[in-house]
């Protein structure tokens, strides 16, 4: 890999972009104890009659067998903990109640993940509202995930999720409850679009399920994410009516910035930039991984040297890890397109998200360009977009919901890149809530949005 000067340099511009929401810094969390809770869930759902309380991390992150979690239905809670957190923004730190749950993986099995609800100071009116915030802390090591962050233990690469409590301090400020998923599961995967909604809408489930978090069932629900959480949030409005229509009854709206439509177009845009490239190389790690492709026997030497150096990492030891990253050099040449590996081809169908249904959620998607500021010119067909995101590929989603009835507002911003744009979705993304769980009219700009690329 080459030097790492200019991945600091980028991720300290991340930070910066964050700092302009004028948000909180936290300072430390440590441990709490709290009440075990006892649940009473409706059929088909099992759970146990009392969810334990598991104060220790490593009894509390320990994964369940799977033959225990084969006996639960989606969205069950296993444990439970309670844990302060402070931001600067507010006098006394705020109590977070982890849960960890059962839910289901990209091959339909059994597996667990862990979901925070941070509850709302109590100086603050409560809006009776609840919203999901998905972090972008892009990481395949389960260590790397919000939970353990919120519970003091930050490490390199969870270290943005300090910055991203800047998105979220906003929110509890306006009363919310916000109910912060570790997206990304315990299984190492990295840009899974499906699992990642599958955990989301699970972890809202479990988040009803233990009373201890106090997330009413019928409360008005914003799902809400800016690039790597915009997958997360994004595929949870997707599959809400039909994998979880308990929690789809209580959305009242998606707002997602940075979206990854079309996981192959975003890999032949951004491979072409150093600033990114090392970025694909994670994501093909991550999508194969969770899909369970065995991709050793179609890989070039560099190709497996690529995906040597992407297991186990977060997006910062990616970012500027390689000039660019195209499919020729990591595959062989017998395999000249994704076409020719159908395992690779099912996988890239299953994660394109304008092969599936139109969520009927109110949508907020905003969308940069100007990706020559993080050095990923252009693509000669796909156009411009903001590094890693394309503008064609969200234009065209955002369209398309508008065809199928859905309220969408779509804004561009034209130049910047992803990171940049970070900040100013963040800005928009909070008035934008506070409306929906009012229950105020949503915005439309349907009708004023240009044509993008095509998405099948």
Same mark, same amino acid.
């Given at each position: 890999?080459?030097?790492? #000067? #200019?991945?600091? #340099?980028?991720?300290?511009?991340?930070?910066?972009?964050? $700092?302009?929401?004028?948000?909180?810094?936290?300072?430390?969390?440590?441990?709490?104890?709290?009440?075990?809770?006892?649940?009473?869930?409706?059929?088909?759902?099992?759970?146990?009659?009392?969810?334990?309380?598991?104060?220790?991390?490593?009894?509390?992150?320990?994964?369940?067998?799977? /033959?225990?979690?084969?006996?639960?239905?989606?969205?069950?809670?296993?444990?439970?903990?309670?844990?302060?957190?402070?931001?600067?923004?507010?006098?006394?730190?705020?109590?977070?109640?982890?849960?960890?749950?059962?839910?289901?993986?990209?091959?339909?099995?059994?597996?667990?993940?862990?979901?925070?609800?941070?509850?709302?100071? $109590?100086?603050?009116?409560?809006?009776?509202?609840?919203?999901? +915030?998905?972090?972008?802390?892009?990481?395949?090591?389960?260590?790397?995930?919000?939970?353990?962050?919120? $519970?003091?233990?930050?490490?390199?690469?969870?270290?943005?999720?300090?910055?991203?409590?800047?998105?979220?301090?906003?929110?509890?400020?306006?009363? @919310?409850?916000?109910?912060?998923?570790?997206?990304?599961?315990?299984?190492?995967?990295?840009?899974?679009?499906?699992?990642?909604?599958?955990?989301?809408?699970?972890?809202?489930?479990?988040? @009803?399920?233990?009373?201890?978090?106090?997330?009413?069932?019928?409360?008005?629900?914003?799902?809400?994410?800016?690039?790597?959480?915009?997958?997360?949030? /994004?595929?949870?409005?997707?599959?809400?009516?039909? +994998?979880?229509?308990?929690?789809?009854?209580?959305?009242?709206?998606?707002?997602?910035?940075?979206?990854?439509?079309?996981?192959?177009?975003?890999?032949? +845009?951004?491979?072409?930039?150093?600033?990114?490239?090392?970025?694909?190389?994670?994501?093909?790690?991550?999508?194969?991984?969770?899909?369970?492709?065995?991709?050793?026997?179609?890989?070039?030497?560099?190709?497996?040297?690529?995906?040597?150096?992407?297991?186990?990492?977060?997006?910062?030891?990616?970012?500027?890890?390689?000039? @660019?990253?195209?499919?020729?050099?990591?595959?062989?040449?017998?395999?000249?397109?994704?076409?020719?590996?159908?395992?690779?081809?099912?996988?890239?169908?299953?994660?394109?998200?304008?092969?599936?249904?139109?969520?009927?959620?109110?949508?907020?998607?905003?969308?940069?360009?100007?990706?020559?500021?993080?050095?990923?010119?252009? @693509?000669?067909?796909?156009?411009?977009?903001?590094?890693?995101?394309?503008?064609?590929?969200?234009?065209?989603?955002?369209?398309? +919901?508008?065809?199928?009835?859905?309220?969408?507002?779509?804004?561009?911003?034209?130049?910047?890149?992803? $990171?940049?744009?970070?900040?100013?979705?963040?800005?928009?993304?909070?008035?934008?809530?506070?409306?929906?769980?009012?229950?105020?009219?949503?915005?439309?700009?349907?009708?004023?949005?240009?044509?993008?690329?095509?998405?099948?």
């Amino acid at each position: 890999m080459r030097d790492t #000067k #200019k991945t600091r #340099k980028t991720l300290w511009a991340t930070l910066v972009a964050l $700092a302009l929401v004028g948000g909180a810094a936290p300072a430390c969390a440590g441990t709490a104890d709290g009440p075990p809770g006892e649940t009473t869930v409706s059929a088909p759902v099992t759970a146990p009659a009392e969810i334990p309380t598991v104060q220790d991390d490593g009894s509390f992150f320990s994964l369940p067998d799977g /033959g225990d979690l084969r006996g639960l239905a989606p969205g069950a809670p296993v444990k439970q903990r309670t844990v302060p957190a402070s931001m600067e923004e507010f006098d006394a730190p705020l109590q977070v109640t982890q849960v960890q749950y059962r839910t289901t993986d990209s091959l339909g099995d059994p597996s667990a993940a862990v979901t925070s609800v941070i509850h709302p100071p $109590a100086s603050v009116e409560p809006s009776g509202g609840t919203v999901m +915030y998905a972090s972008f802390y892009d990481s395949m090591r389960p260590e790397d995930g919000p939970s353990r962050v919120l $519970a003091g233990n930050v490490t390199e690469g969870g270290a943005v999720v300090l910055a991203e409590l800047a998105f979220v301090a906003p929110l509890l400020a306006a009363g @919310h409850t916000v109910v912060m998923p570790d997206i990304q599961g315990e299984r190492e995967i990295f840009a899974a679009g499906p699992e990642y909604g599958q955990i989301i809408l699970d972890g809202l489930r479990a988040a @009803h399920r233990t009373p201890g978090a106090d997330v009413p069932s019928d409360a008005p629900t914003a799902l809400v994410g800016y690039s790597g959480g915009s997958i997360g949030a /994004g595929w949870a409005a997707i599959l809400a009516e039909s +994998y979880a229509p308990d929690v789809a009854e209580g959305i009242v709206g998606v707002a997602q910035g940075g979206t990854m439509v079309r996981p192959e177009h975003n890999l032949a +845009y951004a491979g072409e930039g150093s600033g990114w490239s090392g970025v694909v190389g994670m994501a093909m790690v991550g999508l194969t991984r969770a899909y369970g492709v065995d991709m050793d026997p179609y890989l070039t030497d560099t190709g497996r040297q690529v995906f040597a150096d992407m297991d186990r990492v977060a997006i910062g030891d990616a970012s500027d890890a390689y000039e @660019h990253l195209r499919w020729d050099e990591i595959i062989r040449p017998e395999y000249p397109d994704p076409d020719s590996i159908p395992e690779v081809r099912r996988l890239l169908d299953d994660t394109n998200m304008g092969l599936r249904d139109t969520p009927p959620f109110p949508q907020l998607l905003v969308q940069a360009g100007g990706g020559t500021a993080e050095d990923t010119p252009p @693509h000669p067909v796909l156009g411009d977009g903001d590094g890693v995101m394309l503008l064609g590929d969200t234009r065209t989603l955002a369209r398309k +919901y508008c065809e199928d009835g859905t309220d969408v507002d779509y804004r561009e911003i034209p130049t910047g890149g992803h $990171a940049m744009a970070g900040a100013a979705w963040a800005t928009q993304m909070v008035p934008w809530v506070n409306a929906r769980v009012a229950g105020e009219t949503p915005t439309s700009t349907c009708g004023q949005i240009p044509e993008g690329n095509p998405l099948v």
